[in-house]
């Protein structure tokens, strides 16, 4: 336990936008309750980060995803404040998909909403207020205090 707080792990976010411009949201139970968030997840041993986001996306949502993009990185500070866990974050970006929408993992995420990413429900998790800034600005990186 030590050495994963000891130095920094590598996060993944997936920002997933429908016909309408709104993205994907989870009120989440578990891990970071009772804050809402994007989808995301640690980034398991020999996945790609596209690889990763396609198996994890369908395990979360029941969602299929094509092409997600890296769009953004960013270094979550005020998660190592709060929770003493240093994450690098790798932001991914979801146009295409098809399937039904399902929240797969009722014991990690209470609901998954389609919301306007200009007004984030709130309390919002900051690494994924983070991540829906970068793309919204659609930059690749900023720095965050």
Partial sequence: MAEEKSRPRVWLGVIIVNDE???LIGKRKWSHAPYYSIPGGKLELWETFEEWTIREIKEETNLDIRMP???????NLNTYKEEW???ISIILLVRDFSG????MEPDKC???IWV???DLPMPHFDASQMWISCY???????KFQ
Wanted: proline share 3%; aromatic share 10%; net charge negative.
């Fill in 21 to 23: 411009g709104k993205v």
């Fill in 69 to 75: 993009e890296v769009i953004a990185v960013t270094n």
């Fill in 85 to 87: 866990l240093h994450f």
């Fill in 100 to 103: 039904e929408l399902i929240n």
């Fill in 110 to 112: 209470e609901q998954w």
């Fill in 116 to 118: 306007d990413p200009k």
């Fill in 136 to 142: 919204l600005d659609n930059v690749a990186y900023k």
